[in-house]
């Protein structure tokens, strides 16, 4: 198996999801990982399956694979709830075919025990259905490398693993995310290929195309496949413009990554 390398809708946010799904496949990714960007194309804890499937539907039509979709667990509704809906979400993940769910955690401290409950309860179902649901660092929670390994430890299944976001340690931490994917690269099942400028400083910014900012993509991609790394990696942000520029730095972006894992 090799890396599946692959973006997300997240870049194309001001405009239609066609177009993001267009710009993606015309870049040549064959992969696709989808965040809550555009309304007509959700798959939540509340979406039938019925609009869970034509949204999978709308993305094949480009000849793109659905690698990984968001959990967004509600805990401000309750625990009995939460479970219900992630149980809802693992249910969409094993329909469309999707192994990962990709989740962020928590910004709330006092409800960090009451995430970890609702883990630690939905990993079994995960698995029983093939899915795996992957944390990834997103601030609160998960803000370092060692939140991360904490979170783990603490949830205890291997259906609750990571997706690693090398930006996004950079941008909530100031961590240097190369040495720290070294310490977790064993727990990663899914990685956001996101780059970053700034650190975590009053100038951060994520909006970058993979290669322009302060993310050692080299070394991550080459940690991801001394590992044996064979999962979703799918670029999440890209330098933003008008839609031509958007595309432009997609194909950019597939060009120097694909590179990266085919060296």
Not at 203 to 215: E, K, Q, Y
Request: charged share 20%.
């Amino acid at each position: 198996m090799t890396i599946q390398l692959g973006c997300m809708n997240r870049p194309w946010g001001t405009f239609t999801f066609d177009d993001a799904l267009g710009g993606i496949a015309a870049a040549g990714f064959s992969n696709f990982g989808l965040l809550l960007m555009h309304e007509d194309a959700v798959v939540t804890g509340d979406t039938t399956p019925a609009q869970a499937a034509e949204g999978s539907a709308r993305v094949r039509s480009h000849g793109l694979t659905v690698r990984m979709i968001p959990s967004n667990v509600p805990l401000d509704r309750g625990h009995d709830v939460a479970i219900a809906y992630l149980r809802t979400m693992i249910g969409h993940a094993f329909a469309l075919d999707v192994r990962i769910l990709l989740e962020m955690g928590s910004s709330h401290p006092e409800r960090y025990d009451d995430y970890f409950s609702v883990m630690h309860a939905a990993a079994p179902i995960a698995a029983d259905h093939g899915v795996t649901i992957a944390l990834k660092p997103h601030g609160g929670l998960s803000t370092t490398s060692d939140d991360c390994l904490h979170a783990i430890e603490r949830v205890d299944h291997p259906a609750y693993r990571l997706c690693f976001d090398p930006g996004n340690l950079l941008y909530y931490a100031g961590e240097r995310p190369e040495p720290a994917l070294t310490k977790l690269v064993k727990y990663v099942v899914a990685t956001c290929l996101k780059d970053e400028t700034g650190g975590s400083g009053p100038t951060r910014a994520v909006d970058v195309t993979a290669g322009d900012g302060d993310v050692d993509f080299p070394t991550i991609i080459g940690t991801l496949k001394a590992h044996g790394f064979a999962g979703p990696a799918i670029v999440e942000t890209l330098g933003l413009g008008t839609l031509e520029e958007v595309n432009a730095n997609a194909s950019r972006a597939h060009g120097y990554l694909a590179g990266l894992i085919a060296g």
